[in-house]
């Protein structure tokens, strides 16, 4: 069942949201050559616990950290280490989930560490381009496909792959609410979109192949063909007339 949120429920998920696109900020300020996955975890924490939220993802379905960072052929899931040191030119998947109140914000966002290649930069572009290219159709009255189809056409259209294995959700009182969002799929099919509904919209875009494996962790996700992959994720509200990102400043 896809639920509907009410203002008192919106007004939480804007703060929620907020407070993830806070520590998102954190993050793109601070994130350099040299740093630890581990030190990007506990910044991110720190901005969430600062403002009176709790991190999401910490011990959902037994997950150890903050935040999912993942670098480079790193899909998604890669979990923060103390060991990992990111180095100039690797590309930094970065998700974060914070809940205020008892309500979710969530959103990832790809960040280049220090000088990155310039495919890498077309995939950063690209990625955050299909996620876009979707938002165009989070509007009442459309169907969820839509979103799913045009994150696909765009990012095929610039000669990447879409991961299958994940997908995007409902968020609201729970991480991971109905619907699933598939980032590909035929227009006009799924549930109708109607106002008031918060959906998690979410691509992983590959340079190369669209396989990906988990490693022996459990959680970290890589690609068979290894190679880059980006994500990019807002928490959005569907309004009559289009759409507005929760996970904003
Ligand atoms: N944005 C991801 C998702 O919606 C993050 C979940 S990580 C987990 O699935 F640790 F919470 F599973
Ligand atoms: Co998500």
Redesign the pocket.
Same mark, same amino acid.
């Given at each position: 069942m896809v639920t509907r949120k009410s203002n008192r429920e919106i007004e939480l998920m804007r703060v929620a949201g907020k407070i993830v696109a806070m520590a998102h900020k954190a993050v793109k300020d601070n994130i350099k050559p040299g740093m630890t996955t581990k030190d990007i975890d506990d910044l991110v924490e720190k901005v969430i616990r600062e403002n009176d939220a709790i991190p999401? %993802?910490k011990n959902?379905?037994g997950?150890p950290a903050s935040a999912?960072v993942s670098i480079n052929e790193e899909v998604?899931?890669g979990i923060p280490s103390p060991h990992r040191v990111l180095q100039n030119g690797d590309i930094v998947s970065v $998700?974060i989930?914070a809940m205020y109140k008892g309500y979710h914000g $969530?959103s /990832?966002w790809t960040y280049a560490c220090g000088e990155i290649s310039e495919e890498a930069k077309r995939l950063l572009e690209g990625t955050k381009a299909s996620l876009f290219a979707g938002l165009e159709f989070a509007k009442a009255n459309n169907r969820l496909s839509d979103i799913s189809h045009h994150i696909q056409k765009t990012a095929e259209g610039l000669g990447f792959s879409v991961v299958r294995e %994940?997908v995007g959700?409902g968020v609201g009182s729970k991480?991971?609410e109905d619907p699933q969002i598939p980032n590909y799929g035929l227009p006009n099919r799924g549930v109708k979109l109607k106002s008031g509904m918060t959906l /998690?919209i979410?691509p992983m875009i590959n340079l190369g192949n669209k396989e990906v494996k988990v490693l022996s962790d459990g959680w970290t996700t890589i690609t068979r063909d290894k190679s880059l992959s980006a994500h990019f994720?807002h928490t959005i509200l569907i309004k009559n007339d289009g759409y507005e990102i929760l996970t904003k400043l």
């Open positions: 999401s %993802f959902y379905n997950y999912c998604v899931h $998700d989930g $969530d /990832a %994940f959700h991480l991971h /998690a979410e994720e």
